[in-house]
């Protein structure tokens, strides 16, 4: 297993999240606890010392299976992770009840590592807001050693992040973004990287696979990868990758069989970055698939100006391309809901005046329209 070093810690590289767990439902609430704790024993065999879990995960029973296997193992023999739940604005009030029934349901005294839960446009001005005591409170957990290591994951972009650290920022010690071969420009994941090295904060990676969608490439595309890594699976194109970035400490995958797991930690056993051509192949493949889907916004704001409703286009292309891409997710909805009413898709008067000077002759008022139907279906 590589690890990386973190504070006098050695933490595997590869850590095992807990957001797509084996289940016996079709909704995903029930978790066939056999199988977990059968993966779980594996992971730690193979030296895999990293396990993370969140409040909402498996619908809130995520952290409890998690908490009774692992309190099988010594505590010291493994690292915990979980976060506050800011992705729904109904628990900002309730920070303390949340972190003592966290501690509770993962039969824990202390967490490794915590984090402040996917930072974003929906809940940035309630994380910042003094009066939910939500920074306060989580200092003094640490000042406590309730919490060895504090940090955050953010969905938010890059402006969100960094109205966040200018609040935050003395505080954290790492941040958790997702990265990948296709969102390093596609959802402008560089600029996130760029702005964590310039300031040494360390990277850790969710989505490693884009939820799976780059575990598998078409025949053409693998053949192009293959030419470069005769011996190398898919999936593990992807991590080798993100070994590339010197930042980057751990990186999680939620492995929801006993295959990928193993799979992931043979990948893990090795340290092999790839190089600059073997990433150029990759930059290629996920150029061509994006330019396939995405409306080519530039976001040169000509359209903005001349917006009778006031919206703003560029963003909301953005969203749309995005949930057009992953076909649907929650990372545009979540983002519109911090979004007026009135500046929403559904605000479009289809007058076409943005599209007479948008120089890249992309026909706005259809994708708007298209946006509303989309999302008005769901």
Known sequence: MVYSDFENKKISMLGMGTMRLPVKDSEGAVIDEEATAKMVKYAIDHGVNYFDTAWGYHMGNSEPVMGKILSEYPRDSYYLATKFPGYDLSNMNKVEEIFEKQLERLKTDYFDFYLIHNVCDLNIDQYLDPKYRIHEYLKKQKQAGKIHHLGFSIHGDIN???????????????????????????????????????????????????????????????????????????????????????????????????????????????????????????????????????????????????????????????????????????????????????????????????????????????????????????
């Open 160 to 378: 969100v992040m960094k109205r966040f650290l200018n609040e935050y920022g003395p505080d954290m010690e790492f941040c958790q973004i997702q990265l990948n071969w296709l969102d390093y420009s596609f959802q402008n994941a560089n600029q996130k990287v760029e702005l964590l090295d310039k300031i040494g904060m360390p990277i850790w990676v969710m989505e490693p696979l884009r939820g799976g969608m780059l575990a598998s490439l078409t025949e053409k595309e693998t053949q192009k990868l293959r030419a470069l890594r005769p011996q190398a699976n898919v999936p593990s194109w992807s991590f080798r990758y993100l070994q590339s970035f010197k930042g980057v400490k751990v990186i999680l995958s939620g492995m929801s069989n006993f295959e990928q797991l193993a799979d992931n930690i043979s990948t893990f056993e090795t340290y092999d970055p790839l190089n600059k051509d073997e990433n150029d192949a990759l930059y290629e493949i996920a150029a061509k698939r994006v330019n396939k889907i995405v409306l080519p916004c530039t976001s040169c704001r000509y359209c903005t100006e001349h917006c009778p409703m006031s919206l703003d286009i560029p963003k909301l292309i953005s969203l749309y391309n995005e949930h057009c891409f992953t076909g649907g997710g929650f990372l545009a909805p979540m983002a519109l809901d911090a979004i007026p009413e009135d500046k929403r898709p559904t605000a479009c008067i289809g007058c076409r005046s943005c599209e007479a000077v948008c120089p890249q002759s992309i026909k706005i008022s259809e994708a708007m329209a298209d946006f509303a139907e989309i999302l008005n279906s769901k």
